[in-house]
């Protein structure tokens, strides 16, 4: 019993979600600390969730055209500097390789804090007339940002892997249309794989990706009221293309300049799945990303035990289509195991006894309920597929509940500094200088999350800037963020 | 025309068969070099490669229980140099972090060569018990080694992609059976994937990884009487768990180190699979790991366009499964789309004519066949199944027949020395003694590349050792190696 109390979360969520959250990751042995500050182990329990999402979206970029291929990760100060706006942004964060060996480098070699420095002088050479457009590629990376701010599992990682897809087009109207096609499958892994409902729209210009004409998020927000930014798509224009001398001979033969994009997601949309769905018992992990989807818990009476281990089997192998585990470990009790279980966030569990065999019915648990069902054994197939799809439904339903709840709107400073202090995101008309966000960020520690594609065609005729008292020229989320 | 020469390779594989992979992979789009010397671009057609490798292993280790996760890249010296054979094998060739922005670091930090002192720390808090073992992991990932040989493409890359896989058992016997598992699969990448023949066995006393007990490998044979070293599975005993305090408590309470394997196979994997089946004509991509199996270049005659393009996006629908590609690109002749099908390895190219429409057939080209086939349009699918099973088949055959003719035995040194220089790998009895390898590959320029298991029960006595002429203790190949 000691055991099981020590494996309880003992921070409640709604009472202090980053200890919360820092207890959850652990306990349901996602990540390990290192000796390097912000460098973690992502953990098999953690690392299967980011090959669940690699599945779903090299199918989606196979289907669209898009290639994997892979980039040197280490890029010569030369190249990093190249552009300048993209050189301010990430110079701060970049982890120098200096030496091999005993030998000093000639040249400082970065490490990749993302790839277009690296990739372009590549697209340079390979693009030459309008017949190698569009040139589409993603990688899957490692990536290395030594920020200084204190790091959080998953949400802020020194080291982090992510996907980075970088094309290039003789339009920027093919480039726009990609941006939306690309958002649209980020989506779908937050809410069709995740279960996270999420906003999608514009960066402000003060937000936006250090190089891009305009950036484009899709921002799920957790129960705290903070949004997450966790995938982004930037539109580069020609300013990479003119920094790499990225140009291809047009119909009529005259040079042109490519217009690019580059978009990205991370292991950061795990932090998004935590926060939003996960409870005071442990991890919830949504069924589409769960390797195992069942476990089966024998209850192993003395003299009993063949009987219901041969059922327990039955069972396991009728179930194989979900990886479903056999906890048949005989030296832990069930209640330890029913609590390891529920802290790994297991969607369904099923529970086999003597008299259950007896009687031909046995007892299931939904991850994300709290009650316990009675299921037929030649009904267990049907209702596994059923119950994880629901579950999956439920999930996505209660965390859209808690998002609209956490979201208001508001046409004054004083409307809108209530709102924020109450822990919500805020929908107010805006003039989008780039002073009033740094001045509203003194104020409030509230800054832009997106200008959404959802109210793009809300009229603002008449209407006044919240802050500045100016035309408003869009729509946008203010909120804290992580 | 012009540019169908261009295109062509210009020197011939049994010529200079070092100048010739250099263009090979060039000229079938698999590598682009950087300004970083050894850090290289692995482009989608070389990047799709690995990805089947990917595939195919991980639904071993799966299968097996064994679990992917990711540790991090950056591994403070402290840890580095814990082992003491395992620092010297590698401090030489160690990429240096030493300043993270402005700021210069307290601790230098190494980017992995390996990953054995990052993850073994790890493993230590996690073992505690008995019941905690086996514990089996996997990463893949990217490794540097700063070699100051001269780099070549996928053989011998300073930046290049693997996956390691970190065990640890209660027993040797266990490490043991394991070893003996993982080489079976790698056996299995290469010849079932990539239609490569394997030689496992045993490394050698000098040649084994820096700290194990003794590593296994499998090693291809080029066409040079090269041996590739692609894939190692090694025991590392207890040495790292001694350096590491990786211990257990054993059923009766007494504290115990742990045995444990670490084993990888890398991208010099596609090396391997180049050098084997690949031509005067170009790359030769076994079918297995060819994304795209199958091209269609339709005929386009003035007039009759349409109905060509009918039927062979007919027969693209019909070939789904194999992913065919349909170059119906208006702007170049048909040869010079040959031309680069072939040079890219595209097991299977369809020729659809007018004609061919008119009298139900179309032409079939199977790209190590040197010649072209009329096949019905009802039996086109059934047709390419079975050619891209025959094409496995014949090259995994032409390949052991080219190791075959390349292999030789010798009982006195020289014998073999004339086996050596006339291209040859040479079986021979041999003493073990780490001297006499030095000796040995001063005077010829070979090394051992394994003790075969196939050769473990051949009888040694009065067998006595080729060069030492004291009693053999084994036999091995000795030969020269990339």
Redesign the interface.
């Known amino acids: 019993m000691a055991k099981v109390q020590e494996l309880a979360i003992k921070t409640k969520k709604e009472e202090n979600i980053s200890e919360w959250y820092t207890e959850v990751i652990q306990k349901a042995d996602l990540i390990?600390y290192?000796?390097?500050s912000g460098?973690?182990?992502?953990?098999?329990n953690s690392?299967?969730i980011?090959?669940s999402i690699q599945i779903f979206f090299n199918e989606k970029l196979k289907k669209s055209g898009i290639?994997?291929?892979?980039?040197?990760?280490?890029i010569?100060e030369h190249?990093l500097t190249k552009e300048e706006e993209h050189v301010e942004g990430f110079?701060?964060?970049?982890?120098?390789?200096?030496?091999?060996?005993?030998s000093e480098l000639k040249e400082?070699?970065a490490?990749r804090p993302t790839s277009e420095t690296?990739m372009y002088?590549?697209y340079s050479?390979?693009i030459k007339s309008y017949?190698d457009l569009p040139l589409r590629?993603n990688q899957w990376?490692?990536v290395?940002r030594?920020e200084?701010k204190h790091p959080t599992p998953f949400m802020r990682n020194r080291?982090f892997?992510w996907q980075e897809g970088h094309t290039a087009f003789a339009t920027k109207e093919e480039a726009d249309r990609e941006i939306l096609e690309i958002i649209e499958y980020y989506r779908q892994v937050y809410e069709e794989l995740l279960a996270v409902p999420v906003t999608p729209g514009y960066k402000s210009v003060k937000e936006k990706f250090a190089g891009a004409d305009y950036s484009t998020t899709i921002e799920p927000l957790a129960p705290d009221g903070k949004v997450i930014q966790a995938g982004t798509a930037h539109h580069l224009g020609q300013n990479f293309s003119k920094a790499f001398d990225v140009k291809f001979l047009d119909k009529d033969q005259k040079p042109q300049y490519v217009y690019q994009n580059s978009w990205g997601i991370s292991t950061r949309t795990i932090a998004g799945m935590i926060l939003t769905h996960s409870d005071n018992r442990g991890l919830v992990l949504p069924p589409k990303v769960a390797f195992n989807k069942v476990v089966i818990v024998p209850l192993l009476f003395k003299g009993k035990e063949e009987m219901v281990l041969e059922k327990a089997n039955e069972v396991m192998e009728s179930l194989s289509e979900f990886n479903p585990i056999l906890d048949d470990d005989t030296?832990l009790s069930p209640g330890f195991k029913f609590n390891k279980w529920e802290m790994q966030g297991m969607p369904i569990r099923l529970e086999i006894g003597p008299r259950d065999v007896e009687s031909g019915v046995c007892m299931m648990s939904i991850r994300d309920l709290d009650e316990k069902q009675e299921v037929k054994f030649e009904d267990v197939k049907v209702r596994v597929k059923s119950e994880l799809e629901m579950m999956h439904k439920r999930l996505f339903d209660n965390a859209k509940n808690m998002q609209d709840s956490l979201t208001t709107e508001a046409t004054t400073f004083d409307e809108m500094q209530k709102a924020i202090e109450s822990g919500k995101r805020v929908l107010v008309p805006w003039c989008e200088s780039i002073e009033s966000e740094e001045e509203i960020k003194e104020k409030t520690g509230a800054k832009t999350s997106c200008i959404p594609f959802e109210f793009e065609n809300r009229s603002l005729k008449n209407v006044k800037c919240f802050y500045s008292s100016k035309p408003a020229t869009c729509f946008v989320y203010f909120s804290k963020s992580y």
Request: proline content about 9%; aromatic content about 16%; glycine content about 2%.
């Open positions: 390990e290192t000796d390097v460098c973690m182990i992502f953990k098999p690392y299967q980011w090959e290639r994997n291929a892979y980039f040197p990760m280490l010569p190249l110079t701060p964060e970049v982890a120098w390789v200096t030496h091999a060996g005993e400082r070699l490490i690296i002088p590549a050479k390979w017949r590629l990376a490692n290395v030594w200084f080291e892997l030296k």
